[in-house]
T-cell receptor, first 113, second 113 residues
Framework: DAKTTQPTSMDCAEGRAANLPCNHSTISGNEYVYWYRQIHSQGPQYIIHGLKNNETNEMASLIITEDRKSSTLILPHATLRDTAVYYCIVRAGGTSGTYKYIFGTGTRLKVLA | DAMVIQNPRYQVTQFGKPVTLSCSQTLNHNVMYWYQQKSSQAPKLLFHYYDKDFNNEADTPDNFQSRRPNTSFCFLDIRSPGLGDAAMYLC????????????FGPGTRLTVL
């Protein structure tokens, strides 16, 4: 199963874009990349996912490199409420029923006022 | 609102005393997951159910068991909790074939005395 690596922590000024990188150099062709975040003592919250095309939703944008070995989650205008641990996850498994979600170590993002 | 519910939110047990954590969902998702998350670590997959089919991770200790009596409920049984089993236990669900997004419950924090 592919593994992911992320920086341990990052700071971002409120109102600025937060760019969170993730390396998944061993990802295979049919494995998706998911991003979740976890605010202290809560369950992880889904943010966005993608396979090879860039994706955008109301929360964030996901940029995946052409070789798919890395990706970047972009929070366009970070707020204090975005302070959390952000996990880059590769979805692995052979069939839809057996998909597993392998969490990376996570990046602790601190948004500064 | 449809959701994933975990009870209790906080559970205290004694060393070696069996304990059961419960998860229920109103999403009618056919896949359910149990994760263990120790302090300052990423969630680690213990096992998952695809409908009634049980899928155990290779490194999940035998001390951990699970039951899924119906679509809505899933239980995590720890037969003889040790001090090292103190952690947050997260339940997640997924509907096969949709976006394959996981939805997490708030977690149960287990303390072993």
């Amino acid at each position: 199963d592919a593994k992911t690596t992320q920086p341990t922590s990052m700071d971002c000024a409120e109102g600025r874009a937060a760019n969170l990188p993730c390396n998944h150099s061993t990802i295979s062709g049919n494995e998706y990349v998911y991003w979740y975040r976890q605010i202290h003592s809560q369950g992880p919250q889904y943010i966005i996912h993608g396979l090879k095309n860039n994706e955008t939703n109301e929360m964030a944008s996901l940029i995946i490199t052409e070789d798919r070995k890395s990706s970047t989650l972009i929070l366009p205008h970070a707020t204090l409420r975005d302070t959390a641990v952000y996990y880059c996850i590769v979805r692995a498994g052979g069939t839809s029923g057996t998909y597993k979600y392998i969490f990376g170590t996570g990046t602790r993002l601190k948004v500064l006022a | 609102d449809a959701m994933v519910i975990q009870n209790p939110r906080y559970q205290v047990t004694q060393f070696g005393k069996p304990v059961t954590l419960s998860c229920s969902q109103t999403l009618n998702h056919n896949v359910m997951y149990w994760y263990q998350q120790k302090s300052s670590q990423a969630p680690k997959l213990l096992f998952h159910y695809y409908d009634k089919d049980f899928n155990n991770e290779a490194d999940t200790p035998d001390n951990f068991q699970s039951r899924r009596p119906n679509t809505s409920f899933c239980f995590l049984d720890i037969r003889s909790p040790g001090l090292g089993d103190a952690a947050m236990y997260l339940c997640a669900t997924r509907r096969q074939g949709s976006t394959d997004t996981q939805y997490f419950g708030p977690g149960t924090r287990l303390t072993v005395l």
